[in-house]
């Protein structure tokens, strides 16, 4: 057995202990057993290698158990619920902006975490220190698990009926704040140069997220399967990590120069963003994608990825259930690391045009691999997402480019910048317009409730096998080739 395929097993032990743990119980008994089970197996067979790499597996897959069990465990014993807090707090993300209040993300000098809601028009930003009254409640809704969903991040309790006072400013990293600043600076270049609503597609495009848009134009997002592009999790960041690289192929670069641009252009977007965890966690794997590329065998990224999966899970296990971004990061990257070398095989380099194949099939190939997470989630179905995909992706990175120079000249050479914002203001207004033309069928897209895990597991089941099917078929024909 090679030490690859030893580190992916072990790789995929600890992860396998994360996914049983996060759905389902597992009792110290159990722990103990298995414990014990791989000790004896050293114990009686330690010459056979084979056997000894089993005992591992086991230990990797209780220490992933154990690390999740430890998480949730903290979700036990919350007896703060209904009291009240009175005291100091800094903001320790920066403040998300709603339609009629903020969220702002509090710690105490304790280490606990709290979320406030706050009404009215009052500003907030990263590092203020408030004192706070409030009482401590379990953060609900109807909609999904957003008690879960904040957990993760170390966050137990809703700061309800808060009154707060701002008490100092600038009292966070110094560095991140920082990046916020710049961030902001350039979210205001373009709302300066670039009118509504387009404004807002550019905003989610260069700095991620899609609360610069419209209720109504967030629905046509998400009806024609395009919010992707506008999100920061490691969907949007994957597609954008293979198109810099065959942008930069496109330009002329050889396959490693190409690489150095993309890789660039990812770390610049993680920075533009403001450096959150989710586009760190997707920047790292777009840059293992990258990676693959450069050696020009997408296949050699396997152990990468799993391997940063699972050092992501050991920092954190509750992100494997409770955190979309990771799911979608992920499972991308691994439908683009399978699937795509297929249609690449039977599909592109039988029709070749114009690199257009090339970009709507990496696109097909992500969304099959994460289609299942989007239907748990969300429970909607784009019956047009292709179509929508194969009409707007090819000029992202075109809008992209253009957008990044409007806000570069924007600090070097203003009257410059305002020539690039004519320009990017053009595919902006294409972009809008087809995905508002296609939402407008009532056909574009299905609601699809009640969709279980169970069923997602179904669709990967399933979607592995037919993957080792055509790995079977495509070695019998090497060998007879041989």
């Not at 009686?44 to 000894?52: L, V």
């Not at 075109?398 to 000249?409: A, E, S």
């Not at 009257?415 to 690039?420: A, D, K, M, Q």
Request: charged content about 15%; overall charge positive; proline content about 3%.
């Amino acid at each position: 057995m090679s030490k690859s395929k030893i580190f992916l097993g072990l790789s995929l032990g600890f992860i396998g202990g994360v996914f049983w743990r996060s759905f389902s119980d597992f009792n110290f008994f159990w722990q103990y057993g298995l414990a014990i089970l791989a000790v004896i197996i050293l114990v009686i067979f330690w010459k056979n290698s084979k056997a000894a790499v089993v005992a591992l597996f086991i230990s990797f897959f209780i220490l992933g158990v154990g690390l999740t069990g430890n998480k949730l465990k903290k979700l036990e014993n919350l007896n703060l619920v209904g009291t009240e807090f009175n005291g100091r707090a800094t903001i320790i993300r920066e403040p998300e902006i709603k339609d009629q209040y903020q969220n702002l993300r509090v710690e105490t000098p304790e280490k606990n975490k709290f979320l406030i809601n706050v009404y009215g028009h009052a500003q907030y930003f990263y590092g203020d220190e408030l004192k706070i009254k409030c009482i401590l409640e379990i953060p609900q809704s109807e909609k999904f698990d957003y008690q879960m969903y904040l957990a993760k991040d170390g966050i137990f309790y809703l700061c309800s009926k808060a009154k707060i006072e701002i008490t100092a400013r600038d009292q966070g990293n110094r560095f991140y704040a920082a990046l916020l600043k710049v961030k902001n600076r350039l979210q205001k270049n373009i709302d300066k140069n670039i009118p509504a609503p387009q404004s807002g597609l550019l905003s989610g495009l260069l700095l991620g997220g899609d609360d610069k848009l419209s209720k109504e134009m967030q629905d046509n997002f998400s009806r024609t399967g395009m919010t992707h592009i506008v999100a920061v999790s490691g969907y949007n960041v994957t597609i954008i990590a293979e198109y810099l690289m065959l942008l930069g192929i496109g330009l002329g670069l050889w396959r490693k120069q190409a690489f150095w641009f993309a890789l660039a252009g990812i770390f610049l977007f993680v920075i533009l963003v403001g450096f959150p965890a989710s586009a760190a966690r997707a920047g790292i794997m777009g840059s293992l994608l990258l990676w693959a590329m450069k050696n020009g065998r997408l296949a050699n990224a396997r152990n990468a990825i799993v391997f940063s999966a699972g050092a992501m899970l050991l920092i954190n296990p509750m992100l494997l259930r409770y955190d979309i971004g990771f799911q979608l990061s992920f499972l991308a990257t691994l439908g683009i690391v399978y699937l795509y070398p297929i249609l690449e095989n039977y599909l592109i380099k039988k029709n070749r045009v114009f690199g257009i194949r090339e970009i709507v099939f990496l696109t097909i190939s992500a969304q099959i691999f994460v289609l299942p997470i989007i239907l748990l989630n969300f429970g909607k179905l784009s019956l047009i997402s292709s179509l929508a995909n194969l009409l707007v992706l090819p000029i992202i990175p075109l809008t992209m480019f253009l957008g990044f120079m409007l806000i570069v000249f924007q600090f070097i050479f203003p009257p410059l910048g305002t020539v690039f914002a004519w320009l990017v203001f053009m595919p902006l207004k294409y972009e809008m317009e087809i995905i508002k033309f296609l939402a407008s069928f009532k056909f574009s897209s299905v609601e699809i409730e009640n969709f279980s895990w169970m069923e997602v597991v179904a669709w990967y089941a399933i979607l592995f096998l037919i993957l080792y099917k055509f790995k079977k078929t495509k070695d019998k024909l090497t060998k007879r080739l041989a």
